[in-house]
C-alpha cells in the first residue's frame, strides 16, 4: 500500500517507470534538457549507507548507470516498516547515517508504522492531497503527532520528498508587509523600523550615524 501511493505520487509528478525488482523501482523524469531520477527501495532493515549504495548500484539498470546524471541528480526514496512511531527514537541515528550519508544519491528514508500502514488502507495520493490540506487535521495532528493517522504519514512524505508539491488553497491571506509591521509594534521597535524604512544606497551612513547618536544619547540620558 505505502508503497503504491509513493508510485502514484511520483506518476503524478511526470515520473515514469523503467525498471523494476522486488524491492525497487526505477523512475525518470524528461523535460527538456533536464533529466531527473528517483528510485524507490523497500528496506528489511537499515543498512550502512556504503551497502546502501552499493545495493542500489547494483540493481540499477544500463540505461541509467551510463547517464552522468544518474548518481548526481537521483532521489533515493527508501521506505521502512516500524511496528509503532514511537519506535523511530530506537532508530533514528541509523536513519539519519543514511539520508545524511553525500554519497552517490540524495537519500530520503521514509517511516511508517502498522498502524498508519492501516488507516491508508485504500487510500490513493489524490486523497492524501485532500489530508494534508486539511486544517482541522493538521491542528489534531500538533495536539499528538505519534498517533498514527492518515495526515501523520501524509505529512512525513511531502516534508520528505522536494519533489512534492504541496497543494495551494484560497484563503485570506494577510500582506507580509503588514504582517511584519504588527510584529514591530508588538516589539516596540516602531522608531527603528522607520528610519531602516527610509534607507537607500546613498543616505545608509548617515542614518547609522544618526541611530549610533540616538543610541549614545539615550545612554547619557
Given at each position: 500500500?505505502?508503497?503504491?501511493l509513493?508510485?502514484?505520487a511520483l506518476?503524478a ?7 523494476e ?10 523535460s527538456d534538457?533536464a533529466?531527473?531520477f528517483a528510485v524507490l527501495?523497500t528496506?528489511?532493515d537499515?543498512p550502512s ?5 552499493a545495493?542500489?548500484n547494483q ?10 546524471s544518474f548518481k548526481k541528480n537521483?532521489?533515493?526514496i527508501c521506505i ?9 527514537q530506537?532508530h533514528e ?8 550519508d553525500p ?6 528514508v521514509l517511516?511508517?508504522?502498522a498502524?498508519e500502514?492501516?488507516?491508508l ?10 489530508v494534508?490540506?486539511?486544517k482541522?487535521?493538521?491542528i489534531?495532528?500538533k495536539?499528538d ?5 492518515q495526515?501523520?504519514f501524509?505529512a512525513?512524505m511531502f516534508?520528505?520528498?522536494p519533489?512534492?508539491?504541496l497543494p ?7 500582506s507580509?508587509?503588514?504582517q511584519?509591521?504588527e510584529?514591530?509594534a508588538?516589539?516596540?521597535?516602531n ?6 524604512q527610509?534607507?537607500t544606497n546613498?543616505?545608509i551612513?548617515?542614518?547609522?550615524k544618526?541611530?549610533i547618536?540616538n543610541?549614545l544619547?539615550n545612554?547619557?540620558?
Amino acid at each position: 500500500m505505502i508503497k503504491q501511493l509513493i508510485n502514484e505520487a511520483l506518476v503524478a509528478h511526470d515520473f515514469v517507470s523503467e525498471h523494476e525488482t522486488d524491492t525497487t523501482s526505477f523512475y525518470v523524469r524528461e523535460s527538456d534538457s533536464a533529466v531527473r531520477f528517483a528510485v524507490l527501495h523497500t528496506l528489511e532493515d537499515l543498512p550502512s549507507p556504503t551497502e546502501l549504495n552499493a545495493k542500489i548500484n547494483q540493481l540499477a539498470p544500463e540505461s541509467f548507470t551510463r547517464n552522468p546524471s544518474f548518481k548526481k541528480n537521483c532521489d533515493l526514496i527508501c521506505i521502512y516498516r516500524l511496528e509503532a512511531l514511537a519506535g523511530f527514537q530506537e532508530h533514528e541515528e541509523e536513519i539519519f547515517a543514511i539520508e545524511e550519508d553525500p554519497h552517490f544519491y540524495k537519500k530520503y528514508v521514509l517511516y511508517y508504522s502498522a498502524a498508519e500502514e492501516s488507516v491508508l488502507a485504500n487510500l490513493s495520493y489524490d486523497q492524501l492531497v485532500t489530508v494534508i490540506a486539511d486544517k482541522k487535521e493538521f491542528i489534531d495532528y500538533k495536539v499528538d503527532p505519534l498517533k498514527a493517522t492518515q495526515y501523520s504519514f501524509a505529512a512525513k512524505m511531502f516534508i520528505k520528498f522536494p519533489f512534492l508539491e504541496l497543494p495551494a488553497h484560497e484563503g485570506n491571506h494577510v500582506s507580509l508587509r503588514l504582517q511584519a509591521a504588527e510584529a514591530v509594534a508588538q516589539a516596540g521597535l516602531n522608531d527603528t523600523y522607520q528610519t531602516m524604512q527610509q534607507v537607500t544606497n546613498n543616505n545608509i551612513d548617515n542614518l547609522i550615524k544618526d541611530m549610533i547618536r540616538n543610541e549614545l544619547a539615550n545612554i547619557q540620558d
